[in-house]
């Protein structure tokens, strides 16, 4: 009897298989016209994935991260975006946009909510003083940002006579530590900062 009953087990998933298959074949041949087997062609694996991806999602890109990364990127975005923001900021204080976007790329690397632990904040690390004395109310406010601080490097560029490096140190050491030592302050951190903008600025 053990054996009919495995006999007949056997039987019906044999059954039940067949009918699956069968089933499935139907599906994909109505949805797509083709037979099964170019159907299932359309389900591509690569190596580096864990998963089956549509082929369509490659539109003939080598592999998945290809594919994802001919969309537009976020940071693309936004920089598009800081671009504008920049080029605002330049023209109405007279700083050349590509100093503005130097020190932003130095200061937060264009993250608009970097702070640091001293507490300057935003795209171009405005402290707090700075800030306020500045007109600034929201420092992570992009806009904002940039506007203050295009407005105080053209105030240390005013002050120190048009001298892009001495302007530089005095926007990182403020103008009282240029003063005192008469150009850039002997501060290893001032002195990296402004060999660093001036690389940025000069490529």
């Known amino acids: 009897m053990q054996s009919l009953g495995s006999v007949q087990d056997t039987q019906n998933n044999s059954t039940t298989s067949s009918m699956f298959s069968e089933m ?40 998945l991260t290809e594919a994802v990364s001919s969309y537009p990127s976020i940071s693309k975005n936004y920089g598009t975006n800081y671009d504008e923001i920049i080029k605002k900021a330049a023209e109405r204080y007279n700083v050349p946009e590509k100093l503005i976007s130097s020190i932003i790329k130095q200061e937060s690397n264009f993250d608009p ?15 707090p003083g700075t800030a306020k004395y500045l007109g600034v109310t929201n420092s992570y406010d992009p806009e904002q940002n940039i506007m203050g601080g295009a407005k105080y490097i053209s105030q240390m560029l005013t002050q120190f006579d048009g001298n892009i490096e001495t302007a530089l140190a005095a926007y990182n050491a403020g103008p009282g530590a240029v ?15 402004v060999k660093k903008v001036m690389n940025y600025f000069q490529v």
């Not at 970097?114 to 402290?127: E, F, K, V």
């Open 113 to 127: 909510s970097a702070t640091s632990s001293a507490g300057a904040s935003g795209l171009m690390q405005l402290m």
């Open 24 to 63: 499935l074949g139907q599906v994909l041949q109505a949805s797509t016209g083709n037979s099964s087997t170019e159907s299932l062609s359309t389900l591509l694996y690569s190596g580096d994935s864990p998963v089956f991806i549509p082929s369509n999602l490659y539109s003939g890109q080598s592999s």
């Open 179 to 193: 003063k005192k030592y008469d150009g850039i302050p002997p501060y290893k951190e001032t002195q990296n900062y």
